[in-house]
């Protein structure tokens, strides 16, 4: 994997000045590139006041048509050992008392990518193996011992997909192009 930083833009939002850091990662098996990311990253300037997340009404019209859906529930046991397999050692993901007093978040915090990757799962689940793009964009925190709703539906040539927290906000939302 090569890791290389493509930007950094200052902008400033609701909750005052941040930073978005864009940064490509590639991923080689023996010299093929197999896979090309690209991750826009924010960084806050300290906690951000907590805001209400938007709700999102592609639980209800998912309902009615044929969708997909998965509930999991992530646990600290879940959160270490992504974090040990993506080699992320940030503390918001494993320690209660730093996310409590230094965030300001009420409970630990489930990973963006670890939620994105359940998406990804979602497919695969529902037979869809190969993918010619995937894009997700992370829109409220997940904590953990949390229900977090999956749900998937095809629109088109593309499925949009939707994590949602457990009063129904919208934590994460992506599309997938499938291949063929």
């Known amino acids: 994997m090569t890791e290389r930083v493509l930007g950094r833009c200052d902008k400033i939002g609701r909750s005052g000045p941040f930073q978005v850091l864009t940064v490509e990662y590639e991923y080689f098996q023996g010299e093929a590139l197999c896979v090309r990311e690209q991750r826009d990253i924010v960084y806050l300037q300290g906690p951000a006041p907590a805001q209400p997340a938007p709700k999102d009404e592609f639980a209800h019209k998912a309902a009615a048509a044929d969708s997909w859906a998965l509930t999991l529930t992530p646990d600290p046991v879940m959160l270490m050992r992504f974090s040990a397999l993506t080699f992320n050692s940030h503390l918001i993901h494993f320690d209660q008392l730093y996310t409590q007093r230094e965030e300001g978040y009420r409970e630990r915090v489930v990973h963006g990518p670890l939620v994105a990757i359940v998406l990804a799962r979602l497919l695969a689940i529902n037979k869809i193996d190969r993918i010619a793009r995937f894009e997700f964009r992370a829109r409220s925190p997940l904590f953990v011992n ?12 593309r499925v949009v997909l939707r994590a949602l927290g457990p009063s129904g906000e919208l934590a994460m939302e992506a599309s997938a192009q499938p291949v063929g």
Do not use: T
């Open 146 to 157: 949390q229900p977090i709703q999956f749900m998937g539906n095809v629109e088109g040539d």
